[in-house]
């Protein structure tokens, strides 16, 4: 088991994506629907925090949005810490 917070995080998010069927990249990016599904929001939130600059990185591939398990467990940890 890793011991980075981060790495932790991002291999309880791996789990969740087994126990949903959903698919992650060889680089470990996830769909956008399944990005909300692990945070918690709707498709819609995380379109405007695109908009809006919310702290979520995210590429876009063949007109699809993409965001990394890392970049997702990090804001995790950080909403954890300051309690949003």
């Keep these: 088991m890793p011991t980075d917070p981060i790495d932790q995080m991002v291999e309880r998010l ?27 929001r709707s498709t819609g939130t995380l379109r ?18 993409q965001y990394q398990l890392a970049d997702i467990a990090a804001l995790i940890i950080s909403a954890d ?3 949003d």
């Design 48 to 65: 405007n925090w695109r908009c809006y600059d919310r702290p979520l990185r995210f590429r876009k591939l063949h007109g699809r949005v």
């Design 81 to 83: 810490d300051t309690g």
């Design 14 to 40: 791996r789990e969740a994506c087994r126990d949903m069927g959903a698919f992650i990249t060889w680089d470990g990016y996830v769909s956008e629907n399944t990005a909300a599904k692990l945070l918690g």
